[in-house]
């Protein structure tokens, strides 16, 4: 997981950086540094200062520093991470950054987040045009039994067995509508459940998506019932020694009927410690019986299929280009309203900054411990999107307070003064500094408490 992590960061940063090399090279301002991750120890710019590679190639200096968090283009007649305030002494030069109009800055400045978002675009549309959408049919989950309410839902107030018909109070189509973010992340947003006969309304909490930071979490929320049906039989398990096969269907229990996989796991669970266990199971057209020694087990042995439903319970969407187009930007750009919804939930006090900031290791994890390229590609597109409006928040040394200062100039007609503007780099690589260090607490802390 962290190699994938690693290749999707260097990819990011790459592009990110070449935007801003791109759009100043237009502008024919000199790039003297190109870097990914950095040179030095961030932020102290003349800490240990070596490269794992460079190559000089015409006015730029191309390499891949040690510091693996990151990274950077110097572009000349510009104060940034590496503080070199040396060429500032001179006169302006015509190739230097301070020398053009505030415009050309500004597009120089915004180039990085510009290239993200069209690379974080470009990979929904190909993962929307070549994998297209797989979803499980909630009619299909209502007419089968309902939900298995796993730890979560049942703190909720969700029951297994329930249906549930109605989310914020419309219909939806599809099971996975359930934990879409826009939906844990709405204000006042509630389930609507079939109960029996009774309806029921579940109100979700405002801080319920903290219980998403694991990517297990979903397993402890809902399911689709499950028939008890046999996929596979463990080595020298009960199912093993009677002879159990793929396709038998686990029926009665100590003699109550079973209907489902969660029935099964109750009644096994309620009988441990007993010295017999007594089922059937379906085989075809005949019920086959059995009384079996119990003692020192909590199951029989045997394997659920690998899909959660049947493919009768799911709905494969493949997508023309054309409709790629239009709706992987649409995707792209919904994980920017998701990060302006958490933002709002941070700021109303709903959500706890704690839960829900991820360094590198939490990163990581959503990865996956298995490489995965369409989960590769999907978690890279995501953090494009999130990258590019990260670095367009006004603080000052990301690109967003760059754009900050700049756009006050436009307006006024008057830059900032030199002094105000380097202390405000400081203070921005003090925040920086700050957040980087409480995320890798962050990640540290939930690593060893296993939260």
């Known amino acids: ?51 794992l590679f460079k190559l000089k190639k015409g006015d730029t200096e191309y390499g891949i520093g040690w510091f693996p968090l990151g990274g ?29 109009p505030a415009w050309q800055r500004l597009i120089v400045m915004l180039g990085g987040i510009i290239v993200n978002v069209i690379v974080g675009v470009l990979i929904f549309i190909g993962m929307t045009y070549f994998i297209g959408d797989r979803f499980i ?80 979490a979903m397993l402890n929320f809902l399911l689709p019932r499950r028939l ?29 009927s079973i209907l489902y996989y969660d029935e099964l796991r109750t009644e096994l669970a309620r009988l441990k410690g007993a010295d017999s266990l007594s089922f059937k199971v379906k085989r075809g057209s005949e019920v086959l019986s059995f009384n079996e020694y119990f003692k020192g087990h909590t199951n029989i042995g045997f394997g659920l299929p690998l899909y959660i439903v ?46 829900s900031l991820s360094g590198p290791i939490g990163m990581a994890k959503a990865y996956g411990g298995t490489w995965d390229w369409e989960r590769f590609w999907r978690m890279t597109g995501l953090l494009s999107m999130v990258l590019a409006f990260m670095n367009l928040l006004p603080i000052p040394a990301l690109d967003g307070g760059y754009v900050m200062f700049l756009l006050y100039e436009m307006i006024t007609g008057r830059e900032a003064s030199e002094k105000f503007f380097e202390n405000a780099i400081k203070v921005g690589m003090a925040i920086l500094l700050a957040l980087m260090v409480f995320v890798f607490y962050n990640d540290i802390a939930k690593l060893i408490m296993g939260s």
Do not use: C
């Open 1 to 51: 997981m962290t190699a994938q992590l690693l290749l999707s960061l260097s990819i990011l940063i790459v592009v990110h950086e070449w935007g801003h090399f791109f759009a100043a090279r237009k502008f024919n301002i000199k790039v003297e540094k190109f870097y990914l991750f950095f040179d030095f120890l961030f932020p102290m710019a003349n800490v240990l200062n070596f490269s």
């Open 137 to 216: 049919l909630n009619d299909y989950v209502n007419k089968n039994g309902g939900v298995q309410a796993m730890e979560l839902a049942q703190k909720l107030g969700i029951k297994t067995g329930d249906k549930i018909v109605k989310i914020n109070g419309k219909d939806f189509d599809y099971f996975d509508d359930l934990t879409k973010t826009d939906v844990l992340l709405s204000q006042n947003s509630s389930y609507t459940v079939l109960r029996g006969d009774q309806q029921l309304q579940i109100p979700i909490p405002a801080n319920f998506i903290e219980n998403f930071g694991k990517k297990e």
């Open 310 to 355: 049947p493919p009768d319970g799911e709905k494969n969407i493949k997508y023309s280009l054309g409709q790629s187009v239009v709706l992987g930007p649409a995707r792209a750009f919904d994980v920017i309203g998701v990060q302006l919804k958490a933002f709002g939930k941070i700021f109303r006090r709903e959500i706890s900054v704690k839960n």
């Open 72 to 100: 950077y283009v110097k572009i000349a007649g510009m104060v940034d991470e590496s503080m070199d305030k040396e060429q500032l002494k001179l006169p302006p030069q015509p190739w230097e950054f301070r020398a053009k």
């Open 228 to 256: 008890p049906v046999i996929e596979y039989v463990s080595k020298d398990s009960i199912a093993d020694k009677i002879g159990l096969k793929q396709g038998d269907q686990i029926v009665e229990v100590g003699g109550k």
